[in-house]
């Protein structure tokens, strides 16, 4: 069967140390300002219950039906034969044009314009540093001490991402039936970054960001329904 990577992000387990953010600028010698995986901060509820919750955000990995690969037209950004998709380092692309059409294309918000390279870049799940394919884990997933990011190959039944899948999908969990999804499914089925603990109020204030902004960790509120 065809290799399918993914990388899952339990919320409720993530606890906003940015370990996994500050690893992935270390392995790819990110320049500050800009970011391959941003931590959002949101709060949600009333006084006496306040509750946080950290949402990790990835360019939005989806393969042949990958927005950003769609919108390249230069053959800067390539699939590679293990469904990734990834830079062409043999091609790279410095095109305005081209480039302001890829980072729109994204609707996480997860590319972005090196500032020294001149060139788009995004996460690959590390697959221009490690050996993904024969099981290396991407710099986020070893360096996360709470065990909340989880990575592989999804059409593989033994791997760990999906033996966590089996082990928490459908499941009730504090009274809540656990879910793994994606963000923004109706605008990108299929998309292989998903998340255990995701809410459609989440979803509806990540809408893409400012790579050179120095607001990132803002904290954004809404109104939890019924509770």
């Known amino acids: 069967m065809k290799k399918r990577f993914a990388l899952l992000f339990d919320l409720r387990r993530c606890n906003g140390c940015y370990a996994c953010h500050v690893a992935c600028k270390a392995e790819h010698n990110i320049p500050l300002g800009v970011f391959r995986i941003r931590v959002n901060t949101f709060e949600y509820g009333g006084y006496p219950s306040v509750k946080k919750v950290f949402i990790p955000t990835i360019c939005a990995q ?59 870049d995004f996460c690959d799940f590390c697959s221009s ?18 065990g909340a990011i989880y990575f592989g190959n999804i059409n593989d039944p033994e791997s760990s991402i999906s033996r966590y899948i089996k082990k928490w999908d459908g499941r009730v969990w504090k009274g809540e039936e656990v879910k793994v999804s994606r963000l923004k499914e109706n605008e990108l089925p299929g998309v292989n970054v998903l998340y255990i603990g995701l809410k459609k109020e989440m979803e509806e204030v ?10 990132f960790l803002e904290v954004h509120r809404w109104r939890e329904k019924g509770r």
């Open 206 to 215: 990540i809408g893409g960001y400012r790579q050179f902004d120095p607001t």
């Open 129 to 146: 540093t490690r050996n993904v394919v024969a099981d290396e884990m991407p710099a986020c997933v070893t360096t996360c001490n709470t």
């Open 62 to 120: 989806s393969g042949d039906s990958s927005p950003i690969l769609k919108s390249c037209t230069d053959g800067s950004i390539v699939l590679d034969g293990n469904g990734i998709v990834k830079k062409n380092p043999e091609r790279p692309s410095y095109n305005t044009k081209v480039i302001n059409r890829i980072i729109d294309s994204d609707p996480y918000g997860g590319v972005f314009l090196h500032p020294y390279d001149r060139c788009v």
